[in-house]
């Protein structure tokens, strides 16, 4: 029961990691792009189609982060080649990805996918509670624990990652020494869009193989907060998610185990946990401005 437990969480944490450690690089080049959600349902979506048209699970993935990465690129163009608002750029960005997704899945509603192969090697696999946690887990887990561990090392040991972290403290400096800023935020949105595509792709692939509207049910809202929660670190990006998944987990064991608790109240709770995070930050102020790159928010318009 143990092992099924911490099977689901992981199953849970997993497309929250994907789309927070995606946003997360995406704040740190001064961008902050709300609407992930849209991404997601999007790459959900094209997961569910590209697994149709092909028959295969990891072609339908791949069309998953081609379709976070359009609706990013999108973004991108009008954010940072129009300068328009980019808080009311992503939130148009959420609402323009949940009506197409609707309409694009609209005769699939229902329909069950080819769910994404686990790894299975022989004696590993079969170890007490460790083998199918760590061994026995599908491809796209453990490209999620590697963007971490990619993502930490980009931004903290090489020349690119100190740029980016640069720009995203202040544009303008960046800027005045040629740094070619509007380059680096494309490239950013465009890997935070990819991310959040595969986050939706795993949920249609693997976490419920099939495609329903909507699907990604608030994921998105609660990966922008983890970038928060995390003070926009990697590492405690993978803490927080796993954290949040064990929150949205436990509320559903809960109801199994019969627990006099309105189920409504506990369908909320990983939505509750979110906000009590953002208290506790508010709380911790001068530590999480100390981390917060100081441009995160403005529009960049470069000099002509």
């Known amino acids: 029961m143990i092992e099924a437990i911490l099977l689901t969480i992981i199953t849970a944490s997993t497309p929250l990691l994907l789309a927070a450690i995606g946003e997360l690089v995406v704040e740190r080049s001064g961008v902050l792009n709300l609407g992930v959600e849209g991404m997601m349902v999007m790459g959900a979506v094209g997961g569910f189609l590209g697994m149709l048209w092909t028959g295969n699970p990891f072609i339908g993935a791949i069309v998953g982060i081609l379709f976070g990465m359009a609706l990013s690129a999108l973004f991108g163009f009008l954010v940072l080649s129009l300068a328009t608002n980019q808080y009311a750029t992503g939130l148009a960005l959420t609402i323009l990805g949940l009506g197409l997704s609707g309409l694009l899945g609209e005769a699939y509603v229902g329909r069950s996918a080819i769910r994404m192969p686990t790894l299975d090697i022989p004696i590993l696999t079969d170890l007490p509670i460790i083998g199918r946690l760590v061994f026995g887990q599908d491809l796209i887990f453990y490209v999620s624990i590697a963007l971490v561990i990619g993502v930490a090392w980009f931004l903290f040991a090489t020349k690119q990652g100190l740029t980016l972290r640069a720009i995203g ?94 189920s409504q109240l506990l369908t909320a709770l990983p939505y509750l946990a979110t906000i009590v995070v953002l208290v506790i930050i508010s709380q911790n102020r001068r530590l999480t401005m100390i981390n917060t790159p100081a441009s995160l928010g403005k529009s960049f318009v470069p000099d002509r």
């Open 169 to 262: 403290d202040n544009h303008a400096s960046a800027h005045a020494l040629g740094i070619k800023v509007i380059r680096y935020r494309y490239l950013a949105v465009l890997f935070g869009g990819g991310c959040a595509g595969l986050a939706g792709a795993y949920l249609s692939l693997v976490y419920t193989p099939q495609w329903a509207e909507n699907m990604t049910a608030g994921r998105g809202w609660i990966a922008l907060a983890l970038v928060v929660f995390a003070s926009w670190r990697p590492a405690r990006v993978l803490a927080g998610a796993y954290l949040f998944g064990a929150v949205s987990i436990g509320q559903l064991h809960a109801q199994a185990l019969g627990i006099a608790i309105p």
